[in-house]
């Protein structure tokens, strides 16, 4: 299940440039249910030894701007945040927080709801835009110093695709205990739209990621 959320910012709301981690936070608290939110973060979905948290949420989009100097991005007036969940229990949680007008809060900063629109999602050959990056990668080890190295796959690689399709694949059952039916199918990038870089930095560590615009 697919949320646009809508918080209205009485004053601006000034982050760093490498805001993931503080807003997967602010998300996580907004949701309210303390078992639920840190089974997602700690725990999450597992088939054999991968771990998956099956949720997922865009950048911030709204009116900002950047100050390259102090590497720093201002909101104004309000901001939406797409999250998505590919379990339905998270509803309860979310309609709860609607129900109690629950803001969202970003350090001593609180930002209330004023709009949550749920988002259908039915997909099928259809063409669509990512609102986050995308990254595949898989580990190497260097033949002669037998160093592991991390190689990132463009989207343009043949095993992007496939990897991409794989992980999906694993996601699905790791939920439901079992392999989709049928689970032949492909996500390739459009030929006519570029892919652009997009390096990010998450809890510390840099990820290559590759995003549609």
Not at 90 to 118: D, M, S, V, W
Request: proline letters at 6%; aromatic letters at 16%.
């Amino acid at each position: 299940m697919k949320y646009r959320l809508t918080f209205k910012l009485d004053i601006p709301l000034s982050l760093p440039f490498q805001y993931n981690k503080i807003l997967q936070a602010a998300l996580l608290h907004w949701l309210g249910n303390e078992e639920f939110t840190q089974f997602l973060h700690d725990s999450g979905y597992h088939t054999g030894s991968r771990i998956y948290k099956l949720f997922v949420f865009s950048n911030i989009f709204g009116k900002y701007t950047r100050d390259n100097r102090t590497k720093r991005i201002t909101f104004f007036d309000q901001i939406q945040v797409y999250l998505s969940f590919y379990s339905d229990e998270t509803h309860e949680y979310i309609l709860h927080a609607i129900e109690e007008e629950t803001p969202i809060r970003f350090g001593k900063q609180f930002c209330p709801l004023t709009n949550c629109e749920l988002i259908p999602e039915t997909y099928h050959d259809c063409l669509v835009k990512t609102l986050s990056p995308i990254t595949i990668h898989s580990t190497l080890i260097h033949p002669d110093t037998h160093r592991q190295k991390t190689y990132y796959f463009s989207p343009y690689e043949g095993d992007f695709s496939r990897l991409l399709c794989e992980n999906l694949i694993k996601k699905y059952q790791a939920y439901h205990g079992s392999t989709p039916d049928p689970a032949d199918f492909w996500i390739r990038p459009l030929p006519s739209v570029p892919c652009r870089e997009s390096i990010l930095t998450y809890d510390r560590f840099n990820k290559r990621m590759e995003r549609r615009v």
